[in-house]
């Protein structure tokens, strides 16, 4: 007579069970953080890419223009009652336009308001966009230009969204605002042109002179200006649009000066000052997107600091510290690290 052996299979206990997920999950709460440095790494490589070509399509156009791109082009006819733009304030400060033309009392200026990202497009692989801004004159009147067979709201100039002016780690994605009502587009962009230690010009107490960077209103700066070197000299920077959509608007941008400035869109100061030269200033320091009055300083979506593009077309992360750091002062006025590496002609003594 044979006996059949019934096997029974033994399985996980509960207890088993929960070690095991304990022990997966500290596996993974220890791999998290070395996947999130590695993408880190891999976006701040790609973000130095981005600056790399700006600074190599900036000399390019040094080259072929004999200066750098102004910030961003207007008139000058912006006095007491006798601006294109509504009249009513005296303008501050500002530079006779780099391209010849100076008065627009009656009617709006041609190449007015554009931004160095457009004038750098024929340098970047986006000649097609530039051929449609210079077809209506020297540059068309840039808000809602349309390129001709493109429908919707994103068929503008300023509608066209373009990855080398957005910094990979901003995980958004590339981003536009939308105008209410009527659906068209401006895009925006992560990359701000260095117009100095702000945007004014005028001095106060405690306040020292502004548009001393590169990049500024009707600027048109060539190598012989950089007397302090162009590789000790900033030139564009890290900030990121906030989630409101308003700040960051790219190829063209009137800012958040009052005067067309382009200041907190296109341009902006280490040490900036909105909506006025008597603001407090912003300063360089970590900022989120959930906040809106980070428009105002340079921040970065990188931990501990920003991307910078220089003179010489180098890049170099920056941490938060420079901001605060003083090196000199200047008639009883501090100057921090971040000032003296965006001015282009100071003269301010400094180790990096």
Known sequence: MFRTRLRTRRGFTLIELLVVIAIIAILIGLLLPAVQKIREAANRMKCTNNLKQMGLAMHNHHDTNGAFPAGVTLGKSQTSGAGWWGGGNTAPVYDNPPNGWANATTTYPADGYWGYQVRLAPFLEQDNLARVVTAGGPFAWPWWYAI???????????????KIYSCPSDTRGLLAWTEPGTGNQHALGSYMGVNGRDTWRETASGKLEGQDG?????????????????????MIGERPPDNTMEFGW????????????????????????????????????????????????YWSMHPGGGMWLLGD???????????????????????????AMASRNGGEAFTQ
Not at 218 to 227: P, R
Not at 318 to 337: D, E, F, M, P
């Open 148 to 162: 001709p067979g493109m429908t919707g709201g994103s068929r503008f100039v300023v509608s066209q969204k373009f």
């Open 313 to 339: 077309g180098s890049v170099r992360f920056i941490a938060y510290a420079a901001g605060n750091q003083v090196v000199t002062s200047i008639n009883g006025v501090q100057v921090t690290l971040l000032e």
């Open 214 to 234: 590169i990049l500024f209103p009707n600027s048109k700066v060539s190598f012989a200006d950089i007397s302090d070197g162009a590789s000790n000299t900033l």
């Open 250 to 297: 790219m190829w063209v941008a009137w800012g958040y000066d009052g005067y067309g400035f382009g200041a907190g869109d296109c341009l902006l100061g280490v040490r900036e000052r909105l909506p006025s030269a008597g603001s407090a200033p912003g300063l360089y320091r970590a900022g989120s997107p959930n906040n809106p009055s980070d428009y105002n300083h």
